[in-house]
T-cell receptor, first 117, second 109 residues
Framework: DTAVSQTPKYLVTQMGNDKSIKCEQNLGHDTMYWYKQDSKKFLKIMFSYNNKELIINETVPNRFSPKSPDKAHLNLHINSLELGDSAVYFC????????????????FGPGTRLTVL | GQNIDQPTEMTATEGAIVQINCTYQTSGFNGLFWYQQHAGEAPTFLSYNVLDGLEEKGRFSSFLSRSKGYSYLLLKELQMKDSASYLCAVMDSNYQLIWGAGTKLIIKP
């Protein structure tokens, strides 16, 4: 059974295009995240949603917009793609960390490798 | 600012022991996590420490000293499959995870 799934796994596109990455979790978690991991392997938090409400919005360009139709899904839309957007994007989920951080393990999806040409 | 420091790369021999250190400066502390990430794969949870001391889980142990802002991950009886990056992450007062850049561990036969 897949806990956190992302589609697509690989995405190759041209500069200027608009693309979306989908994420779904079947763990019943309240919180979902989007991370960007660049070539230097640094994981950077982009967004966090708790029960469909945005609770963290790091300083990412407004070309990136998260959309959460329900608490099991958090999709990432990217407009006007740029070369610097090439990276691996990870979706993750956890229970509400404010409720009990001792059990707040984040479970990661397999990642989406985005290449912008 | 918030900061997590860990060595960029370490090399060890199969069957040996290796210790990966992590120091942190964060606004508040709600626990420290270690994750393992194999090349091309997602990070997976290894351990969680919130109180000072050593947590042992099989071949892996994690230690925390809150007063020193310091943790280490100890891997015993190293196996080739332990070759991976090991990520240290601290949960701050806003319950946000602050991630280190990861330590790439290379195991040699």
């Amino acid at each position: 059974d897949t806990a956190v799934s992302q589609t697509p796994k690989y995405l190759v596109t041209q500069m200027g295009n608009d693309k979306s990455i989908k994420c779904e979790q079947n763990l019943g978690h309240d919180t979902m995240y989007w991370y960007k991991q660049d070539s230097k392997k640094f994981l950077k938090i982009m967004f966090s949603y708790n029960n469909k409400e945005l609770i963290i919005n790091e300083t990412v360009p407004n070309r990136f917009s998260p959309k959460s139709p329900d608490k099991a899904h958090l999709n990432l839309h990217i407009n006007s793609l740029e070369l610097g957007d090439s990276a691996v994007y990870f979706c993750a989920s956890s229970q509400d960390p404010a409720r009990d951080s001792s059990t707040d393990t984040q479970y990661f999806g397999p990642g989406t490798r985005l290449t912008v040409l | 600012g918030q900061n997590i420091d860990q060595p960029t790369e370490m090399t060890a021999t199969e069957g040996a022991i290796v210790q990966i250190n992590c120091t942190y400066q964060t606004s508040g502390f709600n626990g420290l996590f270690w994750y393992q990430q194999h090349a091309g794969e997602a990070p997976t949870f290894l351990s969680y420490n919130v109180l000072d001391g050593l947590e042992e889980k099989g071949r892996f142990s994690s230690f925390l000293s809150r007063s020193k802002g310091y943790s280490y991950l100890l891997l015993k009886e190293l196996q080739m499959k332990d070759s991976a990056s090991y990520l240290c992450a601290v949960m701050d007062s806003n319950y946000q995870l602050i991630w280190g850049a990861g330590t790439k561990l290379i195991i040699k036969p």
